[in-house]
């Protein structure tokens, strides 16, 4: 509804996007108004909109005369590949990373990995994502990384540096989450108790603290991939990547309405599908979540 | 007890000192404490808050964090030098020898993971299948009155009571077959009649297993109800040994009087003890009780008095 709305606000003529603002008989623009239903009111349109999107249908765009799905999912395995790759990376370095500070704490480990982190969160991904390729540019100018992938490796390729490029910042936070909870779990009770059964520091840790650490790690993950999906946006631009980021700029830029609501309704129902498996998760996890226990 | 002929003691501490680092400075926690604890005895280790009786626990287990803890002395454990002792040696005598449990048993156990899996793991520890140590685990659970045991084996930690907890946590440090389990403060978190349960369970333990226990505790009721022996601690001293009884009809240290006649009693005023201990962190010159004690003389001041007949005190109240 709001997304609906707020679209809606400009005051551009939409049948003039649709005919390209050339000179056009009433009858044409009587026409387009009703392929789009723009004859029909506001709330009709509305009304009309939320069935299409019940039947899986994002409304028809005014510039491609299309089906906004279609464009979505053509535009989608880019964005899609770009934020899995940095996610991956960031899961997968800060986890260890948060793990190995808090067991060095004040040592040479901890202090390098805070120096690293410091680094990183200071690297927004359009920065990094320039850099990158100026840098492509200097020292491997032969390198293709820009346009629509046609292959599976293509894509990869192409989509790899822009993942690298978003990781940095959720590298940083994510080990500095890990970090506290382990911290954390290394100064409970458990921990003491695990020990004093004949356990190794490293057997407690790896078999009672872990879990217990990454539940605050996938707190944040849910909300980073919220970011991540709006980041996308910047770093495609700056690579050239046809991804649904791109798509959604060019049709602000454009007025295409239905084409917005489409990608931000279905960026939404994304980002609420990645919410709600990660709650689940945290069943999975957490007994006590799972058994309906306040902790 | 008293009149058994004298064997080697199980756990034995010379001259035992801990002094813990923080950038604040160094804080004395453990003195110089002298004791030992014999075979299938149970021993009580009392004393007010921060006197530095669990800092002393956990030095018998090397539970301290070791990069910010400096050890003097020695602690032996059937002749071997506890101290001396590298972490992974430490692990092997950790559970297998020596056993711990501690205040508050829902914080002990990992929140996570089902108890019966808990116990489970001292049995997968010492080389047993997954199965099979289910099984001992379910056994051992029993075996501390937990029942019906297969059933509550299956539970997450917050699923138990407090009482069914610090069961759960007694089955946990026997699991491995420890000789000494010393029990931190066992029944501080339980509720009274759950306390009497627990207590009569490791008198029930010595008497079955022969297994030796230090309870460390400031609770008198619980020493009057369990202990054979006593120790009573001050600003990291041991200050005074002795039965039960000893202790509490026929102290002779002034502070062990002191502190009994503090207990709040029917028809008795409890006395409080005036001042407040020594601050750890700071070098204390002569008896550390001298500033609060009633029977002070010059001499206590300057010198450190050394245990004595049971008591570390140069002018201990002489027995009838």
């Known amino acids: 509804m709001v997304i609906f709305l707020l679209v809606r606000l400009g005051d551009v003529d939409p049948v003039s996007v649709v005919l390209g603002g050339k000179q056009s008989s009433p009858q044409t623009i009587e026409n387009v108004r009703r392929e789009f239903g723009l004859d029909k009111s506001i709330p009709e349109q509305y009304i009309n ?3 299409g999107l019940l039947h899986g249908e994002f409304g028809k765009s005014f510039k491609y005369r299309q089906e906004s799905g279609q464009i979505i999912f053509a535009r989608l395995p880019v964005t899609l590949s770009i934020v899995t790759i940095a996610a991956l990376i960031a899961i997968l370095l800060s986890i260890p990373a948060g793990i190995l500070m808090a067991a060095k704490q004040h040592k040479w480990q901890d202090t390098g990995i805070s120096v690293v982190q410091l680094i990183l969160v200071a690297c927004p991904p359009f920065l990094t994502a320039t850099l990158m390729v100026w840098m492509l540019y200097l020292f491997s100018p032969q390198t293709a990384f820009t346009g629509s992938p046609r292959t599976f490796s293509e894509l990869m390729e192409r989509t790899f540096l822009p993942g690298v490029a978003m990781s940095f910042v959720m590298i940083a936070l994510l080990s500095r989450i890990m970090k506290s909870g382990m911290t954390a779990e290394l ?42 999906l709006v980041e996308s946006v910047l770093v495609e631009e700056v690579f050239s990547l046809n991804g649904l980021g791109v798509a959604l700029v060019e049709a602000v830029g454009a007025s295409d309405y239905p084409l917005v609501q489409g990608i931000t309704m279905f960026m939404v129902f994304v980002f609420m599908t990645i919410s709600t498996l990660l709650d689940l998760l945290y069943g999975v996890i957490d007994p006590r979540i799972r058994k309906g226990k306040a902790i | 007890m008293s009149d058994r002929i004298p064997v080697a003691p199980l756990l034995s501490v010379q001259g035992l000192e801990v002094n813990i680092q ?56 059937e002749g071997t030098d506890l101290l001396a ?12 020898q020596i056993a711990m449990i501690f205040q508050d048993p829902l914080s002990a156990l990992d929140p996570l993971q089902r108890v019966g899996k808990q116990v489970a793991e001292v049995y997968r520890l010492r080389g047993l299948g997954r199965r099979e140590a289910a099984e001992k685990a379910v056994e051992m659970l029993a075996d501390v009155g937990i029942s019906p045991a297969a059933e509550r084996a299956r539970a997450y930690p917050f699923e138990m009571s407090g009482g069914q907890l610090q069961r759960v946590m007694i089955a946990m440090a026997l699991a491995a077959g420890a000789e000494l389990l010393i ?21 029930e333990l010595r008497e079955k ?112």
């Open chain 1, 49 to 51: 909109w939320v069935k």
């Open chain 1, 187 to 228: 100064k409970s009770d458990y921990f003491l108790a695990a020990k004093a059964k004949g356990l190794s520091t490293a057997a407690v840790m790896r078999r009672h603290c872990l879990r217990n650490a990454i539940i605050p790690v996938i707190t944040s993950l849910g909300m980073m991939i919220g970011i991540l």
């Open chain 2, 22 to 77: 923080s950038p604040k400075g160094a804080v004395y926690a453990v003195r110089g404490a002298d004791f030992e604890i014999r075979r299938g005895e149970i021993c009580g280790l009392v004393g007010e808050s921060g006197c530095g009786k669990t800092i002393t626990a956990k030095s018998v287990m090397r539970l301290n964090p070791e990069d910010r803890v400096v050890y003097g002395g020695r602690i032996t454990y």
């Open chain 2, 85 to 96: 002792l590298p972490e992974a040696g430490m692990c092997k005598v950790r559970g297998q």
């Open chain 2, 183 to 203: 029990a931190d403060e066992p029944t501080t978190a339980l509720d009274v009649t759950v306390q009497a349960q627990i207590l009569a369970l490791i008198r």
């Open chain 2, 209 to 320: 297993r022969g297994t030796s226990v230090l309870i460390i505790t400031h609770d008198f009721g619980v020493v009057a109800e369990t202990c054979d022996r006593v120790m009573v601690m001050y600003a990291g001293r041991i200050v005074e040994t002795g039965t039960a009884a000893e202790i509490f009809h026929a102290a002779r240290h002034p502070y062990t009087r002191d502190l009994i006649a503090s207990i709040p009693q029917k028809g008795v005023k409890p006395v409080a003890i005036p001042g407040a201990p020594p601050d750890l962190r700071e070098v204390i010159r002569g008896c550390a009780y001298a500033p609060r004690c009633c029977r002070v003389q010059e001499r206590c001041m300057h010198e450190t008095p050394e245990a004595a007949d049971g008591a570390a005190c140069f002018f201990p109240e002489v027995r009838p």
